[in-house]
């Protein structure tokens, strides 16, 4: 027979286990969206508000991601336009040289 107090115990347990997790990777998805816009000189204006789907902010886009995966890719879309933001400064420095 099933111990379904154990059973319990051990989904909530693992549920917690995934809420500590997706909790963590929003707290380094905001660091490290944070350094990348510094790093590169990139302000929030610069970027296409579409990047946070309809949220006012991408830090309010990021809280309310609620998987792992989510906002993985999130930092991926947000990675590739700050560099893109950064490239295209490049390109327009070099010219004007």
């Given amino acids: 027979m099933i111990n379904l107090e154990k059973k319990s115990k051990e989904i909530h ?3 917690f ?3 500590n997790e997706i909790e ?3 707290k ?3 660091e490290q969206i944070e350094k990348l ?3 590169n000189g990139v302000e929030v204006s610069d970027l296409d508000p579409k990047l946070w789907e309809g949220s006012v902010n991408w830090e309010e886009h990021l809280i309310k991601l609620n998987e792992v995966r989510q906002i993985t890719d ?3 879309k947000m ?3 700050i560099t893109n933001i950064q490239e295209l400064r490049n390109q327009v420095e070099v010219v004007s040289n």
């Fill in 28 to 30: 380094d998805a905001k």
């Fill in 79 to 81: 990675k590739e336009a």
């Fill in 17 to 19: 286990y995934e809420l």
């Fill in 37 to 39: 816009l510094q790093k």
């Fill in 13 to 15: 347990q693992g549920i």
């Fill in 74 to 76: 999130f930092i991926e």
């Fill in 24 to 26: 963590e990777a929003k």
